[in-house]
């Protein structure tokens, strides 16, 4: 009993302080996650989720689909004219396949609208441009940048100014010929543009920045990146999500974005059950390891087979149709049954045997003396018919059913 008391105190100490961890992860501060995302999942200030969400004010939201795999996987049934593809990532280096999947979408009339702050040099190659990447003196971002559209309904008379956590990439040479100039910074450096590429059209942001929550939420800013869609014409629209990276400061290296682990974690909810979820795998082989009373196995009682054995050697003397042996043993049987329990002899069938057998069994001694008189003809005989030997039988057992 002292014992089973202790455990109970242990197990409730246990809970309290699981409860009080969880307390404590879920109210404490959470660290702000400054990675470049770019995912329409994420809600930390490089992503685009605030983005995504507002979709709807450039084209309808029946129109908007996401791509989370390649464009050659997710566009390889085929390529309508009246498609629109966004990718606003920070790097943009797609392979041979999806390279010729780009191509195609533009000859075959779509809209592209790319924002990337590193191109690959075959995309830089296809639509003939180049472009200078500016961080700032040693930063990774540049302070107080003001981004401004060339149109003149579209422009405003400060332009938007970011006053961190921006980038200010500008293009150095284009083909002024199928080149159209849609956004300058506050130099007047060109920093958008609208490219002619077959039938299609793929428009060039080199500021992905400008197009995440945080810079989004930064006075009117929202403006200029709804103001850099709209150039997209109102329809199919694939948003991408396959190639979103994540940059790591200092490395000039970028990876695939988030593991599954830290999808977890990033979510609130999620990362309160995998606490739980661990409090419990630990509390779970605490008192598992425990030492337990070994299971005590299920002795099953003896089967009798004596009847299971009688019956089937009955069935092998019955298929053998050797009707003669099976009723001599029957009523050799008989005979012993009498002897063993009323002690009386049997190798003398007479009279004064079957009155006596009648008294104590109280059946009629006619009956009797008949049972035997069948009994004792088989010993004369060379055979006997199935019906004589269920004849012999009945009288057999009925001679058992009295005897009870």
């Given at each position: 009993?002292?014992g089973?008391?202790?455990n109970?105190?242990?197990?409730?100490?246990?809970?309290?302080?699981?409860?009080?961890?969880?307390m404590?992860l879920?109210?404490?501060?959470?660290?702000?996650?400054?990675?470049?995302?770019?995912?329409?999942?994420?809600?930390?200030?490089?992503g685009?989720?605030?983005?995504f969400?507002?979709?709807?004010?450039?084209?309808?939201?029946n129109?908007?689909?996401?791509?989370?795999?390649?464009?050659?996987?997710?566009?390889?049934?085929?390529?309508?004219?009246?498609?629109n593809?966004?990718?606003?990532?920070?790097?943009?280096?797609?392979?041979?396949?999806?390279?010729?999947?780009?191509?195609?979408?533009?000859?075959?009339?779509?809209?592209?609208?790319?924002?990337?702050?590193?191109l690959?040099?075959?995309?830089?190659?296809i639509?003939d441009?180049?472009?200078?990447?500016?961080?700032?003196?040693?930063?990774?971002?540049?302070?107080?940048?003001?981004?401004?559209?060339?149109?003149?309904?579209?422009?405003?008379?400060?332009?938007?100014?970011?006053?961190?956590?921006?980038?200010?990439?500008?293009?150095?040479?284009?083909?002024?010929?199928?080149t159209?100039?849609?956004?300058?910074?506050?130099?007047?450096?060109?920093?958008?543009i609208?490219?002619?590429?077959?039938?299609?059209?793929?428009?060039?942001?080199?500021?992905?920045?400008?197009?995440?929550?945080?810079?989004?939420?930064?006075?009117?800013?929202y403006?200029?990146?709804?103001?850099?869609?709209?150039?997209?014409?109102?329809?199919?629209?694939?948003?991408?999500?396959?190639?979103?990276?994540?940059?790591?400061?200092?490395?000039?290296?970028?990876?695939?974005?988030r593991s599954?682990?830290?999808?977890?974690?990033?979510?609130?909810?999620l990362?309160?059950?995998?606490?739980?979820?661990?409090?419990?795998?630990?509390i779970?082989?605490?008192?598992?390891?425990?030492?337990?009373?070994?299971?005590?196995?299920?002795?099953?009682?003896?089967?009798?087979?004596t009847?299971?054995?009688?019956?089937?050697?009955?069935?092998?003397?019955?298929?053998?149709?050797?009707?003669?042996?099976?009723?001599?043993k029957?009523?050799?049987?008989?005979?012993?049954?009498?002897?063993?329990?009323?002690?009386?002899?049997?190798?003398?069938?007479?009279?004064?045997?079957?009155?006596?057998?009648?008294?104590?069994?109280?059946?009629?001694?006619?009956?009797?003396?008949?049972?035997?008189?069948?009994?004792?003809?088989?010993?004369?005989?060379?055979?006997?018919?199935e019906?004589?030997?269920?004849?012999?039988?009945?009288?057999?057992?009925?001679?058992y059913?009295?005897c009870?």
């Amino acid at each position: 009993m002292k014992g089973s008391s202790s455990n109970k105190v242990l197990i409730i100490a246990m809970v309290l302080i699981a409860l009080i961890v969880v307390m404590v992860l879920s109210n404490s501060p959470k660290t702000i996650d400054w990675t470049l995302s770019f995912s329409k999942q994420d809600t930390k200030p490089y992503g685009s989720k605030l983005l995504f969400e507002q979709l709807n004010e450039v084209v309808d939201r029946n129109n908007i689909q996401t791509s989370h795999g390649t464009f050659f996987d997710y566009f390889i049934d085929g390529v309508g004219n009246s498609t629109n593809l966004i990718v606003v990532n920070n790097s943009f280096r797609p392979d041979d396949d999806d390279l010729f999947m780009v191509e195609e979408l533009l000859r075959q009339g779509a809209n592209i609208f790319l924002s990337a702050s590193d191109l690959s040099d075959s995309i830089k190659s296809i639509f003939d441009i180049e472009y200078r990447q500016h961080f700032g003196a040693g930063k990774v971002f540049t302070d107080s940048v003001s981004f401004n559209l060339a149109n003149r309904k579209l422009r405003t008379h400060l332009g938007y100014w970011y006053k961190k956590g921006i980038t200010n990439n500008y293009f150095t040479s284009y083909d002024s010929i199928r080149t159209t100039v849609l956004g300058i910074n506050s130099q007047g450096k060109t920093n958008f543009i609208k490219v002619r590429h077959n039938e299609g059209n793929i428009y060039i942001n080199l500021n992905p920045q400008a197009f995440t929550n945080y810079n989004m939420l930064v006075d009117d800013n929202y403006e200029y990146a709804f103001k850099c869609l709209s150039y997209l014409p109102n329809q199919k629209t694939i948003w991408d999500e396959h190639y979103k990276y994540k940059y790591l400061s200092g490395s000039g290296e970028t990876v695939r974005t988030r593991s599954i682990l830290s999808f977890v974690l990033d979510r609130t909810p999620l990362r309160m059950a995998w606490y739980l979820l661990l409090i419990g795998i630990l509390i779970f082989f605490f008192f598992g390891s425990a030492r337990r009373q070994r299971v005590v196995p299920i002795v099953k009682p003896p089967v009798n087979s004596t009847i299971s054995f009688i019956q089937t050697i009955g069935r092998l003397y019955f298929s053998r149709r050797n009707h003669l042996d099976i009723a001599r043993k029957r009523f050799q049987y008989l005979q012993e049954f009498i002897r063993s329990k009323y002690f009386i002899n049997t190798s003398d069938i007479d009279d004064e045997l079957i009155h006596q057998l009648a008294d104590k069994t109280s059946i009629p001694a006619r009956s009797i003396k008949q049972l035997f008189d069948m009994g004792n003809n088989l010993k004369r005989m060379k055979s006997i018919s199935e019906e004589d030997l269920e004849q012999l039988n009945r009288r057999i057992e009925f001679f058992y059913e009295q005897c009870k």
